[in-house]
């Protein structure tokens, strides 16, 4: 993904948070994760960018 389209992609994840609310926020990062994990085709990277994330907060 080009930094364009990532840039686009993240504004439009933060539209949807904004729209859902802070209650639901939660349940839709939730969401948006799982469905993009289901898409990896190995585990390892996705543990990978958890302990990245998880480490950064």
């Known amino acids: ?3 364009e389209e990532l840039d686009l ?3 439009r994840l933060c539209e949807a948070v904004a ?3 802070q209650d639901k926020a939660p ?3 939730a969401m948006v994760c799982l469905g993009l ?3 990896q085709e ?3 990277p996705v543990l990978d960018l958890i302990e990245t994330a998880e ?3």
């Open 1 to 3: 993904m080009q930094a």
């Open 9 to 11: 992609a993240y504004t």
């Open 19 to 21: 729209g859902v609310g």
């Open 27 to 29: 349940l839709l990062l």
């Open 37 to 39: 994990m289901s898409r």
């Open 42 to 44: 190995a585990l390892a």
């Open 55 to 57: 480490a950064r907060v």
